[in-house]
């Protein structure tokens, strides 16, 4: 549904984004990762076509946003980043005129806002003027406009930012029930809510895509994934740390020695699993007399590898 | 079409919800009126005429014109509607269209509403209703270029006040140069031996205030008609070269 192909974008001397290509199926929800400045929401509006590339390109449903622009358009809903929105309208009005530049009139615009309005749970302030209305149904107001028109294509810029726990929780099952029939690109610094509704995930630093693959996926990647994780106590802490040292699955060990405890992980050896160093510490802790308090896997952090990742490449 | 009628009915209607446009029309109809009464003469003329009462338009559009404008593209900027609209299934020709006839239409309900005027010279005597006709034209023009202009000016700036300021600024050079003293200054003076009378109707070609009193006295010539068309359309075209350059 979307295809974007070596998409660059300078401001001046600085690359924003850098020959980043992506695609994206209906049906599937991506989820945009980055810390501030990577690059995201530039590339968000050229794929919008609300900034034109400085190179490289973007076809929505097969049109291209340069060459049809308004054909691309029209399949796109779109939520930029801060909301914005006319503030002298009523949420109606604003929405009769999104639906309207959609193309729709009459019964069928009416319907539209209707649909939406109830979509997004804006009944209540329907007929309020925007300038009254709180941040949280401010939000949903310029979500209600991305979906008037029931598109194909939602690119969300930080859906859930600045709303309550409640309304973050109505965002994302709002998210993961249109990913079914829709292709979704939304941006987020919430780890959590990638794993909640995402099928895809791609994480991008300096304008470049540095990860891409399913949450699980990524998960797995963060250099913790895989270890074990033991709390032990019943011989000094020190001991403890050097019998696992010496274990014939065990690679590293790393943690900190208490007088009477030890905590902290063991990494297997390359080809082994952690299953297999798990049970080799389970019988280690029978042999030794042992108390193991805590003995597991870990499944990998999305957070550990979204800091490996992005952080220390600071030029 | 249907988009350019789509935004300006939104805009239209926000002109109208907020206060901005009655108090416009409201100020402009006091000055227009209290200058042509107290300062233009009107009464001790005379004369079933208009000319005291259009000869002040081009001053009063200096900030009228601006005024009204300011918000158009400024506005959008500040809230960050420009994302939404653009990346709306429309041209930006038919957004900057829809909200220039919009302010257009501002300015066509604040002249009707001087119609009174008209009223007043017809049953004081009998004057020339093509002059009036036409000096209605030239006011509207000037007006419709005022705001053309501050439509560009509103492109760049995020800024209400800044794009008052230097609309109102263009304006007032647009008028000036067109200001009898300053041609007449222009005619008789000399430079290098070279004189500069030249200079003089080059710059009553680019006035707003010479092209607009000559309609005010009936003389409605096509070199004007075509000054301030395609001043309005460049303005207009000035805009979407902004809008464009802006987003790159």
């Given at each position: 549904m979307i295809e974007v192909k070596n998409l660059t974008k300078h401001f001046g001397p600085k690359v924003?984004?850098?020959?980043l290509s992506l695609s994206v199926r209906k049906g599937e929800v991506l989820g945009f990762l980055g810390p501030n400045g990577a690059g995201k929401s530039t590339t968000m509006r050229m794929i919008t076509g609300f900034l034109p590339p400085t190179s490289g390109g973007v076809t929505v449903g097969g049109d291209d946003m340069l060459e049809a622009p308004n054909r691309a358009k029209a399949r796109i809903g779109y939520l930029p980043e801060s909301a914005p929105l006319y503030l002298d309208m009523t949420v109606e009005g604003f929405l009769g005129f999104t639906a309207e530049l959609r193309g729709k009139s009459g019964s069928e615009k009416k319907e539209a806002v209707d649909r939406a309005i109830e979509t997004c749970f804006l009944q209540k302030v329907r007929r309020q003027a925007i300038d009254t209305l709180s941040k949280g149904y401010r939000h949903r107001t310029c979500l209600a406009q991305a979906i008037i028109h029931d598109p194909e294509v939602l690119i969300l810029d930080?859906?859930?930012?600045?709303?309550?726990p409640n309304q973050k929780d109505v965002v994302r099952n709002l998210i993961r029930e249109m990913g079914k029939t829709k292709a979704i690109i939304f941006s987020t610094h919430i780890l959590e809510e990638v794993e909640a509704c995402c099928s895809r995930a791609i994480i991008i630093d300096q304008g470049r895509i540095v990860a891409d693959g399913t949450p699980q996926d990524l998960r797995r990647r963060a250099s913790r994934a895989g270890a074990v994780h033991v709390v032990a106590s019943g011989l000094s802490g020190g001991a403890i740390e050097k019998e696992l040292g010496g274990l014939r699955h065990a690679a590293r060990v790393e943690g900190s020695a208490l007088a009477e405890s030890f905590s902290g992980i063991v990494w297997p050896k390359q080809n082994t699993g952690a299953g297999v160093l798990a049970a080799e510490i389970y019988q280690l802790a029978g042999a030794k007399n042992l108390v193991l308090s805590e003995l597991h896997e870990d499944q990998g952090r999305l957070d550990d590898m979204f800091r490996e990742l992005t952080s220390g490449n600071k030029s | 079409m249907r988009n350019v009628w789509i935004v300006f009915k939104r805009e239209l209607i926000s002109y109208f919800t907020t206060p901005l446009a009655y108090v416009l029309i409201i100020i402009f109809c006091f000055l227009s009126l209290s200058l042509c009464l107290f300062f233009g003469g009107f009464i001790e003329r005379g004369d079933a005429s208009l000319s005291s009462f259009f000869y002040f338009h081009p001053w009063i559009y200096m900030i009228f014109g601006p005024a009204i404008g300011m918000r158009l593209w400024s506005e959008e900027h500040r809230m960050g509607t420009t994302e939404l609209l653009l990346t709306m299934p429309i041209s930006p020709w038919e957004a900057i269209l829809g909200k220039f006839l919009a302010a257009f239409t501002v300015l066509a309900v604040t002249l009707l509403s001087t119609i009174g005027m008209v009223f007043t010279v017809l049953s004081l005597g009998e004057p020339d209703v093509g002059v009036i006709f036409s000096g209605y034209l030239g006011s509207f023009l000037v007006g419709a270029s005022s705001i053309a202009i501050t439509c560009a000016v509103s492109a760049l700036t995020r800024n209400q006040i800044t794009c008052l300021l230097v609309s109102v600024t263009i304006c007032l050079v647009l008028t000036l140069v067109g200001f009898p003293p300053i041609s007449d200054l222009l005619r008789s003076s000399s430079f290098l031996g070279i004189k500069l009378g030249f200079l003089a109707d080059i710059c009553n070609g680019v006035s707003l205030f010479w092209h607009s009193t000559e309609m005010a006295r009936g003389l409605m010539r096509i070199q004007s008609l075509i000054y301030f068309i395609s001043l309005i359309g460049f303005c207009l075209f000035l805009t979407s070269v902004i809008i464009r350059s802006k987003r790159a």
């Open positions: 924003a984004v850098d020959n930080e859906p859930t930012d600045g709303l309550d | -």
